[in-house]
């Protein structure tokens, strides 16, 4: 392996070199997914701008970036050209699988929210989102993160949740916003399993699905990953009842009171990975639920004892190393969020049309996995390295 940086930081040259070849290699392999001269080198274009370090990352800054004077062609390469998302989709998995593939990954499925201004935007209204912490006017997307054992984090699904009565029923909405006739209302849990289906379906190895409490309190997602023989960990609210799994305020068993009635020595300490500021070390027990395959798993924070919820799937019986590493595998996906919001453009797109956004956001996907292989082909501490693009 060359060396890649210097002492004091700054990028060899032999750097720099790794990063072309691994963009020509990029390129020439998903050119040919564009049937015109001009759309792949518009596709070059576009994503040479999401690896670029932009303050924003839009069309006009791109085509700005790229030598073009005015957006339009940009524009119309996402808007109008002729080229099919989904097979993108679909091949930027394969690419990941190259690099990337665990028979230990855990797939993970989180929402993340796109602000936006005004009512024209496909899937837009004012609704609560996470990723703000607010409710605001925005955008939901719902995506499948892909983590293996070697700490890689990359996205590969995606799908743009339409409000079932402000979207999904205005039919002159849905025509201004470009939504297919064939679209209609899915929740966020059905949009997941969706997404499931697709890895299953295409042999993305994994061994665990993991999710907020928005999935794991969803019976229909259960049904579905436990019938494909999936096990998962997910969140689960503290009125979860341990005996039918559903969520009841009136319920006398539920998964709180099953905490008060631990003993001490049911709680160990274990580690469920590194964070900004170390390990992150926590509490856990684990209760049966006396239905083969279930178990509830309890996080307590050892600074204030607030206490997390889980509900786990394990038909294999693992152990509760295994099921903490699964539990802990759902929170790098925010820094996986983080990573393509900021160093690869995924939020800071201006176009309104349905099946602009799953381009824009195809695009983000494919500059992220040029990055998550980048970092495993040149190993830990060369994390920089894409921010030479403007060489």
């Known amino acids: 392996m060359p060396r890649l940086f210097e002492d004091d930081g700054a990028v060899t040259e032999a750097g720099l070199d790794e990063w072309r070849s691994e963009f020509e290699r990029v390129c020439a392999r998903f050119e040919p997914r564009f049937y015109r001269t001009e759309s792949r080198e518009h596709f070059r274009q576009y994503l040479r701008g999401l690896l670029a370090p932009l ?32 097979t993108l989709r679909d091949d930027i998995r394969a690419y990941v699988m190259e690099y990337l593939a665990d028979d230990r990954a855990v797939l993970i499925a989180d929402p993340t929210g796109f602000a936006k201004k005004g009512k024209k935007s496909a899937g837009v209204q004012r609704q ?39 979207w999904c029923q205005d039919l002159d909405r849905r025509a201004e916003a470009g939504v297919p006739e064939e679209v209609g ?44 023989g999936i096990a998962y960990a997910m969140a689960v ?79 294999r019986g693992e152990t509760m190393s295994e099921l903490v590493r699964v539990i802990g595998s759902r929170w790098p996906v925010e820094e996986c969020f983080e990573a393509a919001k900021q160093e690869a453009g995924l939020s800071q797109y201006q176009f309104r049309q349905y099946r602009a956004w799953y381009r824009h956001i195809t695009m983000a996907m494919l500059a992220l996995a040029f990055l998550a292989v980048l970092r ?15 060489t």
């Open 55 to 86: 303050e924003r990352k839009n069309s006009w800054t791109i085509s700005e970036f790229t030598g073009e004077r005015r957006p339009t062609a940009i524009q119309r390469f996402i808007n109008l050209t002729p080229w099919d998302e989904h």
């Open 128 to 166: 609560y989102s996470g990723t703000l912490g607010r409710i605001d006017n925005c955008q939901i997307g719902v995506f499948l993160a892909y983590a293996n054992t070697a700490g890689d984090r990359v996205l590969i699904d995606r799908e743009l949740y339409l409000p079932e009565k402000t």
């Open 185 to 228: 209302f899915a929740t966020r849990p059905q949009q997941a399993a969706a997404m499931v289906g697709r890895a299953v379906d295409a042999g993305v190895p994994f061994a665990w699905f993991a999710a907020d409490e928005e999935f794991g309190q969803n019976p229909g997602l259960r049904r579905y990953l436990e019938g494909a």
């Open 237 to 315: 609210p503290k009125t979860t009842d341990l005996a039918t799994f559903s969520v009841s305020k009136y319920s006398a068993d539920t998964v709180e009171n099953t905490v008060e009635r631990l003993r001490s020595q049911d709680w160990v300490r274990r580690s469920c990975g590194i964070g900004s500021k170390g390990f992150r070390i926590y509490e856990w027990a684990v209760a049966e639920t006396g239905v083969p395959g279930h178990q509830f798993v309890f996080r307590r924070n050892i600074t204030d004892g607030e206490i997390g919820y889980f509900h786990c799937y394990n038909p």
């Open 376 to 390: 495993h082909s040149t190993k830990k501490g060369h994390q920089h390295l894409w921010t030479t693009t403007t």
